[in-house]
């Protein structure tokens, strides 16, 4: 018996070593992640004459692809505007050229984004020298935006997937059911827009998302050029919400607003795939942000707990779960403000309960209303999984198992792809899993604030999902931008940015090797002249110094 209850307690003991029970707050795995940041001075003179130069390498960068875009850009099939042309539709016709100006106006924008870095979070070691302004990013950031809000969609054709599927839902068929070439017919301008791979597939997007097409699809018909600005104006909205959330959510967590929004929303992911390819992602967002922030007022800003902060929390929790219905991953959520409202309570697990309770109605109730004032029911639950068709080689099991079975075929035990990957995606979803609930254990026992366990969250949803686009690295790197402060964060969530936005390629048209080689020559050659030719004008080389003594830094935070 001695045995039995010995290990009995052994396996207690590592079921809470495992969840963080039984973990120290200053031991805690990611709490090296963050950190307070300190205020530190403004730009002098010198700093604000780079900041405008970088501001203007980042627009000029932004054009560029902007006029790229009408050629190797995603432009429809039907009723492209350029087509046919003299002067707009020469890029179309001109490939290479094209594609090397696309590729070039890429680095540009990422060589400024991280020029503007220096004075946003500093070098690899820390807080920078001086800060710029709250009022200075806004300008860069709207600047760097306001070329691609204009050009053609990028990088992908998803935005006319969206405008096929809600004209299904326009027409009172189920777009949860039916695919475009059934909803729609397959000599449909809007059928023939949406990519081969998707032109069968039923919408995997929430109620709400589809709600809001359906009122697009009434006011422009087929048709496109309308409806991609509709959509894109959407994105736009959406962005504007991710710049107010975001420096609101980073004070709480002490880490300075500018340096959040350089990560989280000047990201060239954010400006090429959001604003860019005109992905619904950015409105999820928005609104899981938004929510969160009004959640974390009630919870955090308001004592005693009264009406003001049941209203804002209710508030919170609805815009959260309309989030959740553009794509249901952000529902998670609202896991981490219960636990936060839990331990703002008390009470142990009963304090819990009570918290999931309130919660779990305010989703379910506004999920039902969206779900059947919509007309469009639950289908959407079914469709989740639709994306798992593609193999992702972001996504690390479904990278595993295609380089295991590539391993089995050099072998010659044959091609089991397939079965690896139906096997390392389920131990990944396990794996996540864990982590999710060992995060929501963290926020509840009050480890990990809970903006930054929810980013930890869901870094683990994305890297071990089974399909994993460029901008889904943006569902982790926008919250912990936010918390996660530290260079062991930064550093490689900067060179992931970097790496994906540069590898990319637009998607407006299939490239030939030569093409993709010689442009890619001839953007290191410009990247490489125009670093010889700045290299006294811009910071590219860290400036070393820090604040004046008589600065005393004061730490950024008002309530978590």
Known sequence: MAVVEGARRRVIDVGRRALGLDVPA?????????????????????????????????ATGAVIMAISALGVGAQPVHQNPTSGLRVLGFFARAGTSTLAMCMIGTVLVVMAWLLLG?????????????????SQMDRTLLLWIIPLSVAPPMFSNDVYSYLAQSEISARGLDPYKVGPVAGLGL????????????????????????????????????????????????????????????????????????SALWLGAA???????????????????????????????????????????????????????LSSTIKITSIIALGFVGMALARRWGHGIRGVLCAAGILGLIAGSVT???????????????????ATA???????????????????????????????????????????ALIVLRMLVATWTGRLLSVGA???????????????????????????????????????????????????????????????????IATVIVGLTLIFLTRNVLPWRNQPGVSPRSQQPTPYGVSS
């Open 26 to 58: 200053a031991d805690h795995t990611v709490a090296v992640l963050h950190s307070v940041d300190h205020d530190v001075p403004g730009l002098d003179r010198r700093e604000t004459l780079q900041l405008m130069r970088i501001r203007l390498l980042g």
């Open 390 to 432: 593609v193999r992702s080689y972001l996504s690390l099991p479904t990278a595993i198992g295609i380089i295991t079975g590539f391993g089995g075929v050099l072998l010659g035990l044959g091609d089991h792809t397939t079965a690896l990957i139906d096997i390392t995606r389920p131990i990944a979803e396990g794996i996540a």
């Open 267 to 321: 990201n060239p992911l954010v400006l090429f795939h959001l604003v860019g390819g005109v992905h619904n992602d950015a409105i999820m967002l928005g609104l899981m942000l938004a929510g969160i922030e009004f959640c974390l007022r009630a919870i955090d800003d308001t004592h005693p707990f009264d009406r003001r902060a049941w209203a804002l929390l209710v508030f919170g929790a609805v815009v959260i779960t």
């Open 118 to 134: 220096r004075f946003a979070v500093g070098g690899f070691g820390g807080n920078p020298r001086h800060r710029l302004s709250r």
């Open 187 to 258: 000599d449909n301008v809007l059928t023939n827009n949406v990519p081969n791979i998707w032109r069968q597939t039923p919408a995997p997007y929430g109620p709400l998302f589809l709600w809001m097409g359906r009122g697009i699809s009434h006011i422009v018909g087929d048709n496109i050029i309308a409806g991609v600005w509709l959509h894109r104006l959407l994105v736009l909205a959406a962005v504007a919400l991710i710049v107010w959330a975001l420096p609101r959510l980073s004070r709480r967590c002490g880490v300075a607003p500018v």
């Open 454 to 520: 929810l980013g930890v969250a869901l870094g683990a949803l994305v890297l071990l999902f089974p399909v994993v686009q460029p901008w889904y690295l943006l569902w982790a790197i926008v919250p912990l931008a936010a918390w996660a402060n530290r260079p062991a964060f930064r550093v490689p969530a900067v060179v992931i940015s970097v790496i994906v936005s540069v590898l990319v390629m637009p998607r407006g048209a299939d490239f030939y090797v030569f093409q993709i080689v010689e442009s890619a």
């Open 368 to 386: 039902l209303f969206i779900s059947t004032a919509s007309g469009l029911g639950f289908g959407w639950v079914n469709t989740i999984n639709t």
